[in-house]
């Protein structure tokens, strides 16, 4: 198969093409047919040094988190999924390539038939982001006012999405160019934090998600 790979840290240039050999699905794992990929924030962190990724060399030379394709084969102990089913998900590596293999029991769910391959694989990272911390951390519940601060990003418009579906009222900020977005996520006020400094407004909210 052919993945974007890279064997030392350093900027883009480092991503080469190449054909390596595809992967082997285990008892519990999918292989998938990779249609779609995202750039994370942490992949160009993670391909640019150390720290992330190994330190000498690459401890995985195939970056990419967010995907979206089509199982291609099955393990014999899957059960909650079959070949042809459309999915997406996240995990840590390995997405920039034709094909990769994931657990049945890792971040991983049909894909809706309304996306498109390219359109849910822009969805995890920004979604399993803000889902914690707005549930477990917030505790967020239904008729709470929650104020979200950067609601035109990833993390931000899932956020709005997510605690509408949870039943409060969102305050969205975010810049001029994103009101209308924010507003048809589901916002019930937007605040041009150009134009206006939420913190000096004496508005009072129960839960503050900065994204």
Known sequence: MKAITYTRFGPPEVLQ??????PTPKATEL????????VCKEDPDMRAAPGLNGLLNPAHPILGQE???????????VTGFKPGDAVYGIDTFGAYAEYKCLSEKGA???KPASLTF???ASVPNGA???LPFLRDNGRIRAGQTVLVYGASGSV????????????????????TPNLDLARALGAFA????????VTQSGRTFDIIFDA
């Open 118 to 120: 390219a359109e849910a």
């Open 17 to 22: 093409l190449r054909d390596v050999p595809a």
């Open 67 to 77: 995907f979206a394709g089509e199982v291609a084969a099955v393990g014999p102990q």
């Open 156 to 175: 931000g418009t899932a956020a709005v999405q997510l605690a509408r579906a949870f039943g409060a009222e969102v305050t969205a900020v975010c810049s």
């Open 31 to 38: 292989l998938i047919r990779v249609h779609a990929s995202t």
């Open 128 to 130: 399993l982001t803000a």
């Open 190 to 197: 937007v605040v041009d934090y150009t134009r206006e400094d």
């Open 108 to 110: 991983l769910a049909l």
